[in-house]
């Protein structure tokens, strides 16, 4: 599309149809807005990447290293020897479209190189084109291309805009899934450092710190003591958790996410409060104080090295299990990826829930419980008192997050919770929620500033259900188990659905959680005004939209 | 016969051709997803631009016949949100409601009992003055879709500029760096949730 202004005349003449040619003749454009900054040299040096330098994705010379085509060839043929899944979703995809539509990025963005089926062609033609038969004798006829710069620049551009979701592998009849492929395409990219700044620079922080942030653990500490002066003022209860203390029975971890930045910190305050109130023999660690994994999003072996940390530490503390707090992608890297990495955890006990007793089978292996389950079965237990009607300013609805519905089958548990600390929430459409779920449109470490339509066309469709809601019930809050969608939902719902806000699941259980030796509460977790009491207050009004 | 009833006979011509040249502006295998896929949840952009054109032709000729201000603002606004985010220059994105003009004039070239009013009694000239009255309707419609694409813009920018304010401000306030409890509550306030004074 040109730059210059048409008359009016000019406009009504224009004949917007682009002209029709094959996907594989139109090369990749970097539009505005779009794609993340290249990753700054020194955080490539500290993790040992390769091809450290200043670069930028609209530089014609990304300065690569000269057998640059070989190392990715090579990379490619590592991979489709060592993983079988990478190899047959090169292979077996019969082009059917039944993935084609389901992108959000595809229904946001209107870019056809956004359907699932289309972006994963992007690397297949290569595939074609060195590793088949037919690709390397008929090329084009037999959808193979040469790897070329462009063609490699093209690959960068679309495979960061995945958000690796995973909702397209729910409709594709043979269970492909692009997000895989997606995650071998980032590995291969990065071979030739060619990651996002805003990816690389989490990774070094976590490798250096333990956490995404750089936080050093003075500075973790204070952030963590910042919310409890807040809770001291809000309940009038005073809490004093423990950091890196040996013995502890349960080690927690979350997303630094949550100690960071509004409204994740109201989440965290919620697990102070939780825990102060069981009596739960926890810890904090300053060393593992990161649940999520950016290494995720730059290759397997880089997420293994960070992901570790957590384990070591839990080692080194003497604990039995361990809790992880309101985290999307940190469970899936668990639930798939764990035990190939590094076996059981058997150092570790078999969680089994100090309060009730119950045992959590399904950490069996991994030792890990995600809170959400926790919370749960507390509530189930009748353990926890709760006043519901201290959210009665609140029209919940719920994101499933990609990961933990997707990636882990969490489906219940946060909304079993939800209705049990609100009395008003609401559920979006059947093809937006659950296993259907749209993602956020900033996972994956795309949730940087510079790509801000890219996010919010991704995230469109989200918005569009979320929207559907206020509209016919006058829903203003917008709560999900991931700290990406805390971090992610604030700037879409600015942008799309006004008024709604967000809040992690266990603000609400904050909010609604009668404490021992609790002042009255005025206020809920955000300093906001609680609403005024009614006679209904305590009635169950739980709806579904 | 007025203008107004003409064009409510043709409404749904109308708008199925402007639905089509808007479709038109995307890449083939987009605009057929964006016409077929009936579903509002799962092709929000087709479902949105659909339901804004047909809202903004309703107010269009609804007030033709009075002069009270125009509430087309929220279909305006539900379509250009879209464009401003898409691939698109602010020309193109905002030449969809000057396609409208071209689209009415030409189906009532084509009308014949139209022509035949005009041929016969003259009486036409009440459509010719009702029809610039309708142009300029039109051209008020492109003026407030300037605005209102002008503050999605702004809006992105400010997404853009918040995000990194939001992560140097709490970083400097928990390295001890911030003492200025007045520029707290300002950016508090300004991120929409001031604390109450408990
Ligand atoms: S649904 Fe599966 S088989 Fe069909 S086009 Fe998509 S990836 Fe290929
Ligand atoms: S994994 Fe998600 S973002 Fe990636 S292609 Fe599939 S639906 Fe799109």
């Known amino acids: 599309m040109s730059n210059k202004v048409p008359t009016p005349d000019e406009l009504s003449k224009i004949d917007y149809t682009p002209p029709k040619k094959g996907w594989m003749d139109t090369p990749v454009e970097f539009k505005p807005g779009t794609w993340c900054y290249g990753s700054r040299p020194k955080y490539l040096e500290s993790v040992d990447f390769p091809n450290p330098r200043d670069w930028k994705p609209t530089d014609d010379d990304w300065k690569l290293p000269e057998n640059w085509k070989e190392i990715f060839l ?3 043929e590592e991979r489709l020897r060592k993983y079988r899944s990478f190899r047959l979703f090169m292979d077996i995809c019969v082009r059917c479209g039944a993935c084609a539509d389901k992108c959000h990025f595809f229904i946001g963005s209107g870019d056809p190189k956004n359907m699932p089926v289309l972006r994963a062609e992007l690397l297949r033609s290569v595939y074609r084109k060195y590793f088949t038969a037919s690709g390397k004798l008929l090329g084009k006829v037999a959808g193979a291309r040469e790897l070329t710069i462009d063609v490699l620049k093209e690959l960068w551009y679309y495979y960061y805009q995945c958000t690796e979701c995973r909702r397209c592998s729910v409709f594709c009849p043979y269970g492909i899934d692009t997000a895989e492929i997606t995650i071998i395409a980032r590995e291969l990219l990065n071979l030739l450092g060619l990651n996002t700044d805003w990816i690389a620079g989490p990774v070094a922080n976590c490798y250096r710190t333990g956490n995404h ?52 910190t109201y989440t965290c305050m919620g697990y102070l409060m939780l825990f102060h109130e069981l009596g739960l023999d926890y810890t904090w660690s300053t060393y593992a104080s990161e649940g999520g994994n950016f290494g995720f999003f730059t290759s397997n072996e880089m997420a293994k090295r960070l992901h570790y940390k957590i384990y070591a530490e839990a080692k080194r503390l003497g604990v039995k299990w361990i809790l992880g707090g309101e985290c999307g992608h940190m469970w899936r890297v668990l639930n798939q990826y764990l035990d190939t990495w590094h076996g059981p955890a058997d150092f570790l006990e078999e969680p089994v829930s100090p309060i009730t007793g119950t045992t959590f089978e399904n950490a069996k292996s991994s030792k890990l419980v995600h809170i959400a389950e926790f919370t749960a079965d507390l509530i189930r237990n009748g353990i926890l008192k709760l006043d519901p009607s201290r959210n009665n300013h609140l029209k919940v609805t719920f994101h499933d997050s990609c990961n933990t519905s997707r990636g882990m089958g969490i489906f219940e548990e946060p909304r079993f919770i939800i209705r049990s600390v609100c009395n008003h929430f609401y559920e979006m459409p059947e093809d937006t929620i659950r ?42 809050m917008l709560a999900n188990i991931c700290a990406i969608d805390r971090a992610a939902l604030p700037p879409l719902m600015d942008y799309w659905v006004p008024d709604v806000r967000v809040a992690g699941v266990h603000e609400l259980v904050g909010n609604a959680l009668v404490m021992k030796g609790e002042k009255e509460r005025i206020v809920d977790l955000r300093g906001e005004p609680l609403p005024v009491k009614s006679e209904s207050t305590s009635s169950e009004e739980v709806k579904e939209g | 016969m007025e203008l107004k009833n003409l064009l409510s006979e043709k409404r749904d011509v109308i708008l199925e051709r402007w639905f089509d040249l808007i479709l038109k502006s995307y890449p083939a295998d987009t605009s057929s997803f964006l016409r077929n896929q009936k579903n509002q949840s799962t092709n929000p952009v087709g479902h949105t631009i659909l339901k804004s054109i047909e809202g903004l032709f309703d107010k269009l000729i609804e007030g033709l016949d009075h002069t009270s201000g125009d509430s087309w603002s929220s279909f305006l606004d539900n379509i250009i949100r879209i464009k401003a985010v898409q691939d698109f220059t602010p020309s193109h994105a905002l030449s969809f409601i000057f396609d409208l003009k071209k689209i009415i ?22 459509i010719t003055v009702e029809l610039s009255k309708l142009d300029s309707r039109i051209d008020a419609l492109a003026l407030d879709s300037f605005d209102i694409y002008m503050k999605c813009r702004e809006k992105i920018y400010d997404l853009k500029a918040k995000e990194f304010e939001n992560k140097t401000f709490r970083l400097l306030q928990m390295a001890n760096l911030i003492y200025d409890k007045e520029e707290e509550q300002r950016l508090d306030k300004d991120h929409g949730n001031l604390k109450k004074a408990l």
């Open chain 1, 74 to 76: 090579k990379g490619m």
């Open chain 1, 213 to 264: 942030l750089g936080l050093e653990p003075h500075t973790f500490k204070n952030s963590i003591e910042f919310f409890l002066s807040d809770i001291e003022d809000i309940t009038g209860i005073k809490i004093e958790p423990s950091f890196n203390r040996k013995g502890a029975e349960i080690l927690f971890i979350t997303p630094s996410g949550d100690t960071f930045a509004d409204p994740g």
């Open chain 1, 435 to 476: 296993e259907k779920t749209f993602c956020c449109g900033s996972g994956s470490g795309l949730n940087a500033g510079e790509n801000m339509e890219l996010r919010m066309r991704g995230g469109f469709p989200r918005a569009n259900a979320v929207k559907y809601v206020k509209e016919k019930h006058d829903v203003n």
């Open chain 2, 105 to 126: 004039r030409e189906e009532l070239k084509n009308d014949p009992v139209l022509n035949s009013i005009q041929d016969n009694s003259g009486s036409g000239n009440g």
